[in-house]
């Protein structure tokens, strides 16, 4: 499956922003999907995840409240709303596909994903 994030850009802090990830090649709904995030100097860390049928999420602690994984199985197409940002969200965001028909559990670990998308970049400017 190949991934494409869109959505990025430089807002102010406090601000709304909507991330999608796009995927092709596959059918969608087999798929976790996740999202991630690397700050500089920093290692990459779990934002959110969703399971094929979007019936099961989870959220880093420190985005939950604030940020919302959510996905249209017909646009083939994963969002990540994100609201209350701040700067310590500034990062370059990564979409994350894991091969897992009927999962009912949405994983947050990096090496279980197999396909990554590029990234975007989020700046928050405070």
């Known amino acids: 499956v190949q991934l494409q994030a869109s959505g990025g850009g430089l807002v102010q802090a406090g601000d709304s922003l909507t991330l999608s990830c796009a995927a092709s090649?596959?059918?969608?709904?087999?798929?976790?999907m996740g999202w991630f995030r690397q700050a500089p100097g920093k290692e990459r860390e779990f934002v959110a995840a969703?399971?094929?049928?979007?019936?099961?999420?989870v959220y880093a602690d420190s985005v939950k409240g604030r940020f919302t994984i959510s996905r249209d199985n017909a646009k083939n197409t994963v969002y990540l709303q994100m609201s209350s940002l701040d700067s310590e969200d500034t990062a370059v965001y990564y979409c994350?596909?894991?091969?897992?028909?009927?999962?009912?559990?949405?994983?947050?670990?990096?090496?279980?994903?197999?396909?990554w998308g590029q990234g975007t970049q989020v700046t928050v400017s405070s």
């Open positions: 994350a596909a894991r091969y897992s028909p009927g999962a009912v559990v949405a994983v947050r670990t990096a090496e279980l994903y197999s396909y």
């Open positions: 090649g596959r059918t969608f709904s087999n798929y976790v």
């Open positions: 969703i399971t094929g049928r979007g019936d099961y999420t």
